[in-house]
């Protein structure tokens, strides 16, 4: 297993939409445990292939406390969405900026497994929000676009500094 680098907003290839996983293989097998190896020690609740630069439709999920039930969904897909709730959200794309985004509360999701094999997942609350938030990923997109022009022009400034900083 190995560590991934994550990438930061606002790298374009962030914004890089991933396609379907056409064969579960040994490969796809090796990046999802390397993901959730990375999400674990970052430590985070969740990551998409897009944050290591893998444009796949792959995400892991673990939002227990005690980190012993992750989830990997391939080619996952919103079935069905209901209700509306607001949570503050980060990512570890962004690091340090944390706000609001209004995301169904109860989502149904339809993905395979690790073997290749369908599955249906219905998630409520925290799990939905994150896997919402995970496949927006994977269609290129950022949590932040959910907020004002102005709070991503000051976001977008801020992570350009630290990146300066950083070098
Ligand atoms: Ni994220």
């Known amino acids: 297993m190995a560590l991934l680098k994550i990438l930061h907003f606002p790298d374009p290839r962030?914004?890089?939409?991933?396609?379907?996983?056409a064969a579960v293989d040994a490969d796809i097998r090796q990046l999802a445990a390397d993901m959730a190896e990375t999400m674990y020690a970052a430590p985070g609740i969740g990551l998409a292939a897009t944050q290591v630069d893998r444009h796949v439709r792959l995400i892991v999920?673990?939002?227990s406390e005690e980190k012993n039930r992750l989830l990997t969904l391939i080619n996952p897909r919103i079935v069905?969405?209901?209700g509306e709730a607001v949570r503050e959200e980060g990512c570890l794309s962004v690091p340090g900026i944390y706000d609001k985004v209004?995301?169904?509360?109860h989502i149904r999701v339809d993905a395979l497994d690790l073997e290749g094999k369908p599955f249906q997942l219905d998630a409520v609350g925290l799990l939905a929000v994150c896997i919402q938030h995970?496949?927006?990923?994977l269609d290129g997109k950022v949590f932040v676009e959910y907020l004002s022009r102005l709070k991503q022009a000051r976001i977008r400034h801020k992570l350009e500094k630290q990146a300066r900083e950083a070098m």
């Not at 962030?14 to 996983?21: E, F, I, S």
Request: zero cysteines; a negative charge.
């Open 14 to 21: 962030l914004h890089l939409v991933a396609k379907p996983v």
């Open 61 to 63: 999920v673990d939002i």
């Open 80 to 82: 069905m969405k209901e």
């Open 102 to 105: 209004t995301r169904a509360e």
């Open 134 to 137: 995970e496949i927006d990923h």
